[in-house]
């Protein structure tokens, strides 16, 4: 009955976050550890998110500029792609989206910026593409992807992080995701403002 499909979704996904939080737990500190350094120096954290993953990207965005759960002062950060293709790139074999936000790296990334990336299948020549631009900047790479890097462990630095979520079907990928991307502004505030709940405000 479709009725047992659609209760297994839930029991794959339930096991999913236990698997995650028995093998990505040190992943995700060490994530947002790094944009936490970016940002207590100054710089400020690019997002960009491969595909479906674009709406991670500006969700993250929001709950850094604004709140995750407690009022605190803005943290810097914005959403890669969400401007015009302005240039085909054709020069560079890249598609005018994946040009356009190389170029936004290109012009806003600084050294001590870091470059979030969120991926749910293998990473692509667009992300291999952005990388290059954030390394270019001297940016640090924090990488978010399932468990399918691709040619991530190759061309990532020291200095940068993967975490890889244990599922290389997209749609448990994404559900990871968002809880990995929830621990790691969780994870920037306890950091910046204590483990304090009680000033925790509805949404």
């Keep these: 009955m479709l009725v047992h499909r659609i ?15 028995q093998s990505v737990g040190p992943g995700l500190e060490a994530a947002a550890g790094a944009m936490l350094s970016g940002l207590t120096g100054g710089g400020k954290i690019l997002v960009w998110g491969s595909g479906v993953s674009a709406a991670f990207a500006q969700l993250v965005v929001a709950l850094l500029v604004g709140r995750f759960e407690r009022e605190r002062p803005e943290l810097a950060a914005l959403a890669l792609g969400t401007l015009p293709a302005v240039n085909t790139g054709a020069s560079t074999g890249l598609d005018p989206v994946t040009w356009s936000v190389v170029r936004q790296l290109r012009s806003l990334g600084l050294p001590g910026d870091v ?25 640090v790479v924090v990488a978010l992807t399932g468990a399918r890097p691709g040619e991530l462990p190759d061309v990532l630095k020291n200095t940068d992080v993967l975490v890889t979520l244990p599922t ?7 559900e990871a995701q968002l809880v990995a991307l929830h621990a790691m502004c969780d994870a920037i505030d306890v950091q910046l403002l204590g483990e304090d709940t009680e000033e925790l405000i509805e949404p």
Excluded: N, S, T
């Design 7 to 21: 209760q297994q979704h839930f029991v794959d996904g339930a096991d999913l976050q236990y698997q995650c939080a």
């Design 115 to 139: 470059l979030l990336l969120i991926v749910a299948g293998p990473p692509g020549p667009d992300a291999m593409a952005a990388i290059a631009a954030a390394h270019e900047r001297e940016m």
């Design 168 to 174: 290389e079907r997209p749609a448990r990928v994404r």
